[in-house]
T-cell receptor
């Protein structure tokens, strides 16, 4: 039972354009959401997060949007760069000492 | 730069052999997680600890997997006996849980152990 779903296994975008990665969740108890980025042969690294009390969080080229009513979040990368090519994992967490729940990831390829 | 250290980086073994993976969490972090990455499941949680005490290991096949924290600087994940279906990348991650009212938020991951069971 996937509580965090990333329905697009892969995405290709041209350099300079916008990349939009999507994530859906089913558990309404989740109150904090994160995106991790993973390069081959490395562990995932934290990219950006958003609390459920917000609907948008921006950090440079990366913006995360949260739509609680739809249980949906998205990561926007503008402009996309070849170095952004990686696997992006969406994660969510409930209050308390509980673990992050990850989606299956979306492989982004930014083509020069 | 503080980081989570995992050893070995790669392990190739034969079915039936014991495999031990080790993790050194970031100093001062009080929670440690073991995740496994597979193509089918993505990142799935195997077990996690807070202040060295196991909180949840329901993600592990209990008959063959075991996770321990002998001390605050070492977490281990053992598979005995190993099977080909255990082939995956195993990640350790650590973080700081700030107590009642807080959450486990940003986790720091190690580089993983790539396990191949033949």
């Amino acid at each position: 039972d996937q509580q965090v779903k990333q329905n697009s296994p892969s995405l290709s975008v041209q350099e300079g354009r916008i990349s939009i990665l999507n994530c859906d969740y089913t558990n309404s108890m989740f109150d904090y959401f994160l995106w991790y980025k993973k390069y081959p042969a490395e562990g995932p690294t934290f990219l950006i997060s958003i609390s459920s009390i917000k609907d948008k969080n921006e950090d440079g080229r990366f913006t995360v949007f949260l739509n609680k009513s739809a249980k949906h979040l998205s990561l926007h990368i503008v402009p996309s760069q070849p170095g952004d090519s990686a696997v992006y994992f969406c994660a969510a967490i409930r209050p308390g000492n509980t673990p992050l729940v990850f989606g299956k990831g979306t492989r982004l390829s930014v083509i020069a | 730069d503080a980081r989570v250290t995992q050893t070995p980086r790669h392990k190739v073994t034969e079915m039936g052999q014991e495999v031990t993976m080790r993790c050194q969490p970031i100093l001062g972090h009080n929670t440690v997680f073991w995740y496994r990455q597979t193509m089918m499941q993505g990142l799935e949680l195997l077990a996690y600890f807070r202040n060295r005490a196991p909180l949840d290991d329901s993600g592990m096949p209990k008959d063959r997997f075991s996770a321990e924290m002998p001390d605050a600087t070492l977490a281990t994940l053992k598979i005995q006996p190993s099977e080909p279906r255990d082939s995956a990348v195993y990640f350790c991650a650590s973080g700081r849980y700030r107590g009642v009212g807080g959450t486990n938020e940003k986790l720091f991951f190690g580089s993983g152990t790539q396990l191949s069971v033949l």
